[in-house]
């Protein structure tokens, strides 16, 4: 029987004493399973399948569609935010969302689990929540292999500069910039500002292990036109709209101001 360390993304009730659990586990990717007695306070689970707890598990694998069978968990964290911190909750929902949109059942990548607990982590902390879910969908695409290109276009490969009060575009459907030789004919193009991009650029870099992102100067309408691109952006590669989405204005009203 394989044990595995697990973050629960999502579960949905299947009868009056039972779950359908959907996990993302470090060893072998994200799996469902039917935990049964799941929804008893006193079940075999020991109320360890709250969205976003961190357990240890073990579980009996199926083959074909036949859901996995979940035979024990063990409660390693909690994921707890202050009750005052509507925007860290809403965006720990969003990361889950984002990990079970995105990944295949049985498809391990350790990486993407590390990642969501450090997010998790980081919006326990406190932090800035619309920066650091921009930064973890930076790093999950990265890891994924849909990357936006940002600095050549995503057509023919030609740098493109960037200059103030020069808009460039963007192919939603594309997956990045476009110089002006490579624009006609595509659709869902976004005219977005430089600064836009270096912005956006900065706060999903991958390789900045500092915390300058935190620390940078954003106006509102800046941090808001990353949003609308991103928010198009994670539509277009998954080909619907995720339910989070609704809730970027609250995320935004709630979430924390960033200080020098």
């Known amino acids: 029987m394989p044990n595995a360390d697990a973050l629960v993304l999502r579960t949905v009730d299947f009868s009056e004493t039972s779950l359908i659990v959907t996990l993302y586990t470090r060893q072998f990717g994200k799996i469902e399973a039917l935990a049964k007695g799941g929804r008893r306070l006193k079940g075999p689970f020991e109320s360890s399948l709250d969205i976003l707890a961190r357990n240890s598990i073990g579980f009996i694998p199926k083959r074909g569609d036949v859901l996995d069978l979940l035979t024990e968990s063990k409660l390693i ?16 929902y969003y990361a ?18 590390d990642l969501t607990v450090k997010v998790l982590n980081q919006l326990e902390e406190g932090t800035l ?9 930076g790093r999950f695409l990265q890891l994924l292999g849909h990357s936006p290109a940002l600095r050549n276009c995503v057509e023919c490969g030609e740098s493109m500069p960037r200059e103030p009060n020069i808009p460039i575009m963007f192919g939603v459907l594309d997956g990045g910039v476009l110089c002006p030789t490579c624009l006609p004919g ?56 995720p339910r989070l989405h609704d ?3 609250v995320i935004a009203k709630n979430d924390k101001v960033a200080t020098a």
């Open 129 to 137: 929540v619309m920066r650091t879910l921009t930064r973890f969908e």
């Open 247 to 249: 809730w970027w204005n």
């Open 186 to 241: 595509h659709r869902q193009t976004v005219v977005v500002a430089a600064e836009t991009l270096d912005i956006w650029e900065t706060l999903m870099n991958p390789l900045d292990r500092s915390e300058e992102w935190k620390h940078i100067s954003i106006s509102p309408q800046t941090l808001g036109a990353i949003r609308r691109l991103a928010n198009q952006y994670i539509c277009s590669l998954l080909g619907w709209k």
């Open 77 to 92: 964290r909690r994921f707890r935010i202050h009750s005052e911190n509507l925007a860290g909750t809403l965006g720990g």
């Open 96 to 113: 889950a969302e984002l990990v079970n949109s995105f990944t295949a059942v049985h498809d391990p990548m350790p990486a993407v689990y």
